[in-house]
């Protein structure tokens, strides 16, 4: 069974740093695509950043550039993203979620959560000013 498992959420202060893990398990084929996602109270799920498996090609949301990077390490079966610069509105629940294949609706939107199929439970972040 395919599972993602997120950590490393907590509380920080506004302008500090946080890095999140998402290990995965019982993958018998690689993702196209990893991605994390936050949602914050009151607000559709948002995409972040996401990675090709193959290449390690990224893209990211306006909203995160320049202040997170996503990455991944293969041999460890685990994305990661640094957050750097915090601000209190990037309070929210973040997620990764990966997708098996291409499909129509990630080539469209490489970051709507349309395209990604398997999804962890979520880790909570929370910035105070």
């Known amino acids: 069974q395919v599972q993602l498992q997120e950590s490393g959420g907590g509380s920080v202060q506004a302008g500090g740093s946080q890095k999140l893990s998402c290990v995965f398990s019982?993958?018998?084929?690689?993702?196209?695509?990893m991605a994390w996602f936050r949602q914050a109270p009151g607000k559709g799920r948002e995409g972040l950043a996401a990675?090709?498996?193959?290449?390690?090609?990224?893209i990211y949301a306006d909203s995160v550039k320049d202040r997170f990077t996503i990455s991944q390490d293969s041999a460890k079966n685990t994305l990661y993203l640094q957050m750097n610069s915090l601000k209190p509105e990037d309070t929210a629940v973040y997620y990764c979620?990966?997708?098996?294949?291409?499909?129509?609706?990630?080539?469209?939107?490489?970051?709507?959560?349309?395209?990604?199929?398997?999804w962890g439970q979520g880790t909570q972040v929370t910035v105070s000013s």
């Open positions: 979620a990966t997708a098996r294949a291409l499909s129509v609706e990630l080539a469209a939107a490489p970051l709507s959560p349309d395209g990604y199929t398997t």
């Open positions: 990675i090709r498996s193959s290449g390690n090609r990224t």
């Open positions: 019982g993958y018998t084929y690689k993702p196209y695509s």
